[in-house]
């Protein structure tokens, strides 16, 4: 018997007699929360990340702020111009450790958490472009910030690969004293394009899909 | 190695051992003391916490209950998705797999993100002695690794060395695999990351092949997902060619969606945070990004027995988050190397039982004595194993399985005298533990000829109370009594 259906039947066996899976008890089907992007702007700073926010046309202005003359790579398709860096043409690894930053968009920003959400589409890049640089300068627009987890989840495609990001790189292996900056980037910029006004009254229940997913389990 | 160290003594000599040790005692308190008090604050944040816990429970029960189609529905989205699944029956046939797929590739060395499941199959001295070198890349494994030492805590593996002991090690090893560590190294925690930074990079750049484990694999879409803070596990999953995934056959989980209540219970319940600094996600191959050929290795090692066991297959549905830990009175004292296995603390306790069977290792059997069934770990699960329960059913299977050569009340008293052998550790089981009126409701009442309540099994002595009803003991233990009152006199 091969492997795959020793194990199948093994579980089978020790499944004989079990009783049928329970039903998914609900989870919040919504909580209002007011200053969406007040508290993801708050939540992102805790990390100990660098929060900027500016309204569009400022965008390229903060970038070149917050790059500060540093060797910089970018998406090709970024929608913005970074003046002086050098778009992605797959770089390797160790070209890629060469150089000192990295622009990128970003898909969804989680408010609650503070988090953001790379699926590495349009304007983001692929997976080691914004992990091997020391500075990861990271572009969110208002419209992608969502009030918790389950909306960010449900927003989000499972077949692109995705890196959730909630501040810097960090480890509290020695002593527990955390410090910043192993492995990945070391410095975390995000810039939060867009309103107040744009956020405002979102809540947690108002994207359409939190509730209904335990619904469906 | 399997499941327990080998050699390692049973519990009740190594928590001796441990408990002798200051500077781990030191270590131990801070660490945990630290994390309970951040997580206690995250926690408290979540206002349906309590239903997050009983959605993860059920999510979990559904996969383990249905586990044959989950399985085979992982496998079907694994391979839709450009993977290439293996199935492994114990750590021999895993180990195996993922030597062949290194084998494949020409490469003496891969690089690693910490995963308990290769941890648990031997993984490092399996490829090691087929000429493979195994770089673990997370710093307390590298530090756990160089000290040629093994891991003391699920979440923080060298919590038992202290900055100096770091530093020392640094300058010791790291020349002899790699990098050198700078030469006016000091130790600041600041610069010996930077110094693992440093010697590590070289090794993430270089890397053709790495090998991970997952935290959960989503059965419908394919998913697997790694939850991490220091970047090691982005570098793992990114760079290199060739990914090999080594995922029991627990992690699974049956939605997408189901998610959004783990990546909330997480987080919250192992570092203290709203979320960890880097979560990744892939199904199977992304053309132009990442590892272009990914293997997935399905492993059983013990799960399946787990899973037969109908008061221990709830112990399945761990996520590792180390809360368990981090409350137990008894973990706190002894440390991880006392459990003597990768899985140490109240999870420990009843994991390796479960997976390795009692009745043929002293150090297994010996592991659900090393509680004093408080009820903190339960509390704490943000899956809700009830670990009280369980400790106190393999408690009976452990002297069942000793008779009738040998007498139960041997066994089961043996394991009592570790924590009535000194005041210390009896004060500890009594203030926090079942031998307390306060949550002998778990372990079974019966009411003794004449009305007066028993308890039908007690801690330490299972099967020795099966056939002997004792009185159930007062709500306040006198010790505890004595404390209070100072001695009766207030
Ligand atoms: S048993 Fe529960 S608390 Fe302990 S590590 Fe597993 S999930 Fe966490």
């Known amino acids: 018997m091969s492997a795959r ?10 499944l004989a007699g079990a009783p049928t899976p329970p039903a998914v008890p609900p989870v919040r089907s919504g909580r209002p929360l007011e200053e969406l992007l007040d508290r993801f702007a708050e939540r992102v700073a805790d990390y100990r990340a660098v929060v900027v926010r500016c309204a569009e046309d400022e965008v390229e202005e903060r970038i070149a702020l917050a790059l500060d003359g540093a060797r910089t790579v970018v998406p090709a398709d970024l929608p913005w111009e970074v003046p002086g860096a050098v778009p992605d043409e797959g770089f390797t690894a160790l070209e890629l450790d060469d150089l000192e930053a990295v622009v990128t968009a970003a898909a969804v920003g989680i408010a609650e958490t503070g988090t953001v959400v790379l699926d590495h589409g349009a304007g983001q890049g692929r997976r080691a472009l914004s992990l091997v640089p020391d ?12 009030a918790g987890v389950p909306e960010a989840v449900a927003r989000l495609d499972p077949a692109r690969p995705q890196t959730w990001i909630s501040g810097p790189s960090a480890t509290s292996d020695i002593e527990l004293n955390r410090v910043e900056g192993v492995h990945g980037p070391r410095r975390l910029v995000v810039v939060l394009v867009g309103s107040e006004v744009v956020g405002r009254g979102s809540t947690l229940g108002g994207v359409g899909t939190v509730g209904g997913s335990s619904a469906s389990h | 190695m399997n499941a327990t160290f080998v050699g390692m003594p049973p519990f009740p000599s190594a928590a001796r051992d441990a408990l002798a040790d200051s500077q781990l005692r030191g270590n131990l308190a801070k660490a945990t003391g630290t994390i309970r008090a951040k997580r206690a604050a995250v926690v408290a944040e979540v206002d349906d916490w309590e239903e997050l816990r009983l959605a993860g429970a059920a999510l979990k029960d559904r996969a383990l209950l249905d586990l044959d189609s989950k399985l085979v529905q992982l496998e079907e989205s694994l391979t839709a998705a450009g993977a290439v699944v293996h199935w492994a029956r114990d750590a021999e046939e895993a180990c195996r797999i993922v030597a062949s797929v290194a084998r ?3 490469v003496d060395e891969v690089v690693k993100v910490k995963s308990m499941a290769t941890q648990e199959i031997g993984l490092n001295e399996h490829l090691e002695a087929e000429g493979i070198a195994a770089w673990e890349t997370d710093l307390a494994e590298l530090i756990v690794q160089l000290g040629e030492d093994l891991p003391s805590h699920i979440l923080v593996p060298a919590i038992h060395r202290n900055r100096a002991e770091i530093r020392e090690i640094f300058l010791r090893r790291m020349a002899e695999v790699g990098r050198p560590a700078p030469a006016d190294l000091t130790d600041e925690p600041v610069e010996l990351a930077n110094a693992a930074r440093l010697h590590l990079r070289e090794k993430f750049l270089r890397a053709k092949v790495a090998v991970s484990g997952a935290n959960f694999a989503v059965a419908d879409s394919g998913t697997l997902v790694v939850v991490e803070s220091e970047g090691n596990g982005r570098m793992c999953l990114t760079l290199p060619e060739v990914l090999v995934s080594v995922v029991g056959i627990e992690k699974v989980v049956p939605t997408w969606q189901d998610l959004d209540v783990f990546l909330q219970l997480l987080p919250r319940s192992s570092t203290g945070e709203r979320m960890n600094p880097y979560t990744s996600t892939w199904s199977g191959v992304t053309p132009g990004d990442g590892p272009q050929e990914v293997h997935v290795v399905l492993l059983d090692n013990g ?7 109908e008061v221990g297959r709830q112990a399945l549905r761990c996520i590792r988050c180390s809360a368990c830990l981090n409350v137990c009175p008894v973990y706190e004292r002894t440390g991880g190397h006392a459990y003597g296995s990768v899985y140490p603390g109240p999870i420990g306790a009843i994991l390796n039982p479960l997976l390795r069977g009692v009745g043929t290792d002293e150090q297994v059997d010996s592991l659900p004595y090393a509680s004093s069934l408080c009820g903190a770990c339960f509390e704490a699960c943000p899956v809700r194993i009830d670990i009280p329960s369980v400790l106190v059913d393999l ?12 007498k139960p009340e041997a066994v089961a008293m043996k394991a009592a005298a570790w924590s009535f052998g000194s ?4 004060g500890v089981v009594e203030r926090l533990s079942g031998v307390v009126g306060g949550a002998t409701g778990r372990v079974g009442r019966r009411r003794l000829p004449g009305g007066r309540a028993a308890l039908s099994r007690v801690p330490f002595g299972a099967a020795w109370t099966r056939s002997r009803d004792l009185p159930v003991p007062p709500r306040e233990s006198f010790r505890a009594w004595w404390k ?3 001695g009766g006199r207030s």
């Open chain 2, 303 to 309: 799960r399946t027995r787990a899973l037969a066991d």
């Open chain 2, 484 to 486: 209070r009152t100072d």
């Open chain 1, 5 to 14: 259906e020793e194990v199948l039947a093994r579980v089978r066996a020790a």
């Open chain 2, 395 to 406: 408690r009976a299977q452990v002297v069942d399985a000793h008779r009738p050569s040998a």
């Open chain 2, 423 to 426: 005041g210390a550790r009896l």
């Open chain 2, 104 to 106: 494949d590739h020409g």
């Open chain 1, 135 to 146: 500075l990861h300068v990271l572009v969110v627009r208002a419209d992608q910030v969502v």
